[in-house]
């Protein structure tokens, strides 16, 4: 099978069936042979093959090998394999001459091209073979190949001539052989299994030669020459013809052994003792010639010591003098030489060894220093052996002690130096680390440390130059030497200073709109903070100045941008704080400013003719300017001008103003070295009194009719021109028409709303005046809402209502059948407004009649009659005014109601709340009894609802309902659901049931719990003629989707009832619907087949490559689209040799 592990991607669309198999980079090797489609679902299996044929151009999997030997004669075989699709041609070389194809073969199942060479020689076959191979798709070389054709050893004994050589010791003696063959021989040469080396190899010619013999050249020499091929070996033997005691031969005894071992001839001397001590002599003699040999035997004993133990410690307090010693024994007598820790003993003038005639040997150490800790060696060695014996020294010390400890703090001062100090004892004097919290600290240019040098004294220091913040921390100290250490309590470092000016501040002089900046340097630890005040006042962002403070290097400076003489010109003080001090400095900031109008003359200004007015002009300027002022641009003398220092204000007074003389334009210029500016110009005005002349009316008060003329007319006068304001009893009224002096406020009819006292009012700045006038108006009567007649219900109050419009208010007087009505617990009058009522209470039949009222102002009179009516509102008689009815649909029914009431009401009949419908089969009936019927005829569905007869009259309502229900009759199933259906996939199902009612029922059709909505392909179908009961759903193109519990609800008014379930099932065999094809694919690319399928369950879809199931493991990608039913099979990189099928 093909799995996606193969690289094979299968898809199969379950929906359509297509099924496709792709292959990526088919080669020829893996994938070409033989593609099965197979499907598979519990109903049956379908499979078709297809072959996967891969055309590649020829690739040499297996390469001649680079090097290649054989033995000359030995036939060898060159072997190469291919792979190609078709079958590629060979054509071999040798030496770049083709080959004839006589020896050429190919192994069809290895795809082995071979050539064979049949009895090589070096002459006729040793050389470089190749191999050309083609198809119709390219064409390939293999490596060459260089056949090397090997020969056997030869071996040539040269010299000596025989196999066994005796010779007499200072003889010479020669081996000499001649060795060849192909490969170059290993030669070597043996004597007693052991290699010698040759004296001399000059090309094949290999010598091992001997000057003069000895016994210990004597033995079996064997020459071995070794290839490839062959080994040949030549041996030679060699013989090499050679005691007393004080003259006295010596024999085999337990005292003597005489042993010869091939050349080696040895005494072996029994438990030497002192008579054992003498000359050995050796006579050599093999009856050709002899010599003589003499030694020296000596017997001694080993050195020993003469100690417990051989080793042992020993201590010694630096500075002092120690001495080292060991006693040996031995015969001969020991030589003793000292070795300290391995090493020769130094030369040095602190060692000096002695040595007494006990043999005891002696070392002195003279003022010990701490390198002499170590091991000493006594070393004893005489001719028959030595001996050992070691001291292992330790240097002790006097442990340090602290004789003076570090205070617990200091407060050392910032940029000062602080010296911090301890005094310790001890031998050898102790060194000192010196360390800030967990640091050691590391002597600098900052930080200098010092220690005794003289006897007597044991005072250590650190000092720290220029102490920074950083310097702060908890000091303390180790004190070490050999004995020991020990540390110091800690000493707490606190930096401080009080703030400083390390550069002061200097009072600035900046021009108007530049720049002010003042700079110092200050200096303090805590940094101080820098506080900048102008005037007094801290100077912040908000005001526009930027304050810098560098606390590193201490570098504060104060930027105030577009400086303004008004605002900035004063004191700037700089002020330090830290925790140890305050510290500040004041400088001036002096603003040059061409003068400035910050407060302008005012354009207009009033005064009242006679009065005094200033003039005024606030300006900023330094140096301080001088004014000068213009009355309509004539200068004016200075002697009413005037300075005000505090408020930078130029005055000018103008005495007993008039129009004529001081009425005009004022300005002034100021001036100094800086520049000039003028004001804006002043334009004064003198002001004159109000003067108020009424023209009409002449009189105060006016009477006047509705529809008659009224005016009001007066000239106003004054400097400025006067407010003037017409007011009617309070309220302000518009004047008709205004013409310089003159006002006029006319009507020209007047009404009775004109009425009323009229106030004219002339104002300016200097006065007010004021004249009044009354106005009366009469108006005759007029009624626009007369009586009207009234229907009351029996026991309710009744009002009759009119409006009159009169001036003055008229009086309205009431009649009832001619007798005047006053307020009574029967009636009662009231008057709101323009609004006059009557109203009769607890209305009852005595009270029906007619009405009149009598409207009279004193000027005019009018009358208006009315009739009052007393009724009973309408009644529903029966027990209560709404039930319940029901009718079987295609039946007449009736509904009858009963009202009464006086005036007799009128019946309207509604349905659910609207008028009646318009229908031949309603019919609406009454009697004299005041009983309303509504007939129904074949009642239908739709006549269900509330049914409403509303009787109506005079003085009310009322209403009775009925709820009509249509009943029907209930549903039955006469034909139920199939239990189960199996429908085909792809094709349509019918599932039906029947069901009678009245009326005909209704069907929902439902899967599982959901409802099925018909479409183009749900249909449904319901019985339409006369004895037909038959419901259908009809699904086309039936899917795995439509499986499931089938069932039918059936409804009418009558009621409902659910139809058995029907379990639809959906399956299909296996089809293909659309077949893979044969593909030929090039080696190397990639083979695909495709092909669409179907079936449900969706089929299982294997591919077989020559009827073997591929997968991911052959590289080929298997996929499949379960909703479209394609597959697909994908092998990559195909192989002829592989796929071929």
Known sequence: PLTPKEG???????????????????????????????????HGTQEE???????????????????????????????????????????????????????????????????LVKQPTVTTSEGTYRVILKNNLGETESTPCVLTVLEQVKLTKAAPTSDVVDLKVGEPFEISFDVGGKEAPKVQLLKDGKEVKFTSVEGTRHVYSVPEVKPEHQGVYKLIAKNKTSSEESAVTLNVTGTFFNDTELKNSPKHKVEAKQNVFSLTVNKCDHPDVGTYRVLIDNGIDHTEQTAKLHVGVKPKVEAAKPANDQACIIGQDTQISWKFSGIEKPQVTWLFNGQPLPTNERFQVTETEDGTSTLSIRHAELT???????????????????????IAGVKPLLTTDLDATLQATKGESMTIKLSATGTPKPDIVWTRGNDDLVPSDHIQVTAPTTEGDDTYTLTILNVQPEDQGDYSAKITNVGGSLKSKKCKVTVTKSP??????????????????????????????????????????????????????????????????????????????????????????????????????????????GKDVTLRVVVRGSPRPEAQWFFNDTPIAPENTSYDEEKSEYQLLLKETSVTANEGTYRVVLKNELGETESTPCVLTVLEPVKLTKISPTSEVIDLKVGEPFEICADVDGKEAPKVQLLKDGKEVKFTSIEGPRHVYSVTEVKPEHQGVYKLTAKNKTSTEEASLTLNVTAPLSVPQPLTDINVLLGQPGTFNLTCDAFPTPKVTWFFNDTELKNSPKHKIETKQNVFSLTVNKCDHPDVGIYRAHIDNG??????????????????????????QACIIGQDTQISWKFSGIEK??????????????????????????????????????????????????????????????????????????????????????????????????????????????SDRV?????????????????????????????????????????????????????????????????????????????????KVTWLLNGKPLTPKEGAQVELNAATGDAKLSIPKVDVQQLVM
């Open 1019 to 1099: 249909q449904v179908t319901a019985p339409t003629a006369e004895g037909d009961d038959i419901y259908t759903l009809t699904i086309l193109n039936v899917q795995p989707e439509d499986q499931g519990d089938y069932s039918a609800k059936v409804t009418n008014v009558g009621g409902s009832l659910k139809s058995k379930k029907c379990k639809v099932t959906v399956m299909k065999s296996p089809v293909f619907v659309t077949k893979p094809t044969t593909q030929e694919v090039k080696q190397g690319e990639t083979a695909v087949f495709e092909t669409k399928i179907d079936g449900y369950p969706t089929p």
């Open 372 to 394: 002499d800790k170590g091991v000493y060696t006594a070393k004893a060695t005489n001719a028959v052996g030595e001996v050992e014996a070691k001291t292992t020294l330790n």
């Open 859 to 884: 000027i005019d009179k009018t009358e208006h009659t009315a009739k009052l009516h007393v009724g009973v509102k309408p009644k529903v008689e029966a027990a209560k005014p709404a039930n319940d």
């Open 500 to 609: 400083v000016f390390v550069t002061k501040p200097t009072t600035q002089e900046v021009k108007q709109g530049e720049t002010a900046v003042f700079e110092t340097k200050i200096d303090g630890y805590p940094t101080p903070k820098v506080t900048w005040l102008l005037n007094g006042k801290p100077l912040t962002p908000k005001e526009g100045a930027q304050v810098e403070l560098n606390a590193a290097t201490g570098e504060a400076k104060l930027s105030i941008p577009k400086v303004d003489l008004q605002q900035h010109a004063g004191t700037v003080t700089c002020r330090l704080e830290n925790p140890h001090g305050t510290q500040e400095e004041t400088v001036r900031l002096d603003i040059l400013a061409a003068p400035l109008i910050t407060t302008q003359l005012p354009k207009q200004e009033e005064t009242v003719s």
């Open 905 to 1014: 009401p009128q019946v309207t009949w509604l349905f659910n709340g609207q008028p009646l419908p318009t229908n031949e089969r309603f019919q609406v009936t009454e009697t004299e009894d005041g009983t309303s019927t509504l007939s129904i005829r074949h009642a239908e569905l739709t006549d269900k609802g509330v049914y409403t007869a509303k009787a109506t009259n005079a003085v009310g309502e009322a209403e009775a309902k009925t709820t009509l229900n249509i009943a029907g009759i209930k549903p039955v199933i006469t034909t139920d659901l199939d239990a189960a259906l199996q429908a085909t996939k792809g094709e349509s199902m019918t599932i039906k049931l029947s069901a009678s009612g009245t009326p005909k029922p209704d069907i929902v059709w439902i899967r599982g719990n959901d409802e099925l909505v018909p």
């Open 8 to 42: 094979a991607q299968v898809e199969l669309n379950a929906a359509t069936g297509e099924a496709k198999l792709s292959i990526p980079k088919v080669d020829l090797q893996q994938h070409a042979g033989t593609v099965t489609c197979r499907l598979e679902n519990p």
């Open 49 to 115: 093959t297809a072959r996967l044929d891969i055309l590649a151009a020829p690739l040499i999997t297996t390469q001649l090998p680079k090097q290649e030997e054989t033995v000359s004669g030995k036939d060898v075989t060159l072997r190469v394999v291919v792979r190609g699709s078709p079958r590629p041609e060979a054509q071999w070389f040798f030496n770049d001459t083709p080959i004839a194809p006589e020896n050429v073969t190919f192994d069809e199942e290895k795809s082995e091209y071979q050539l």
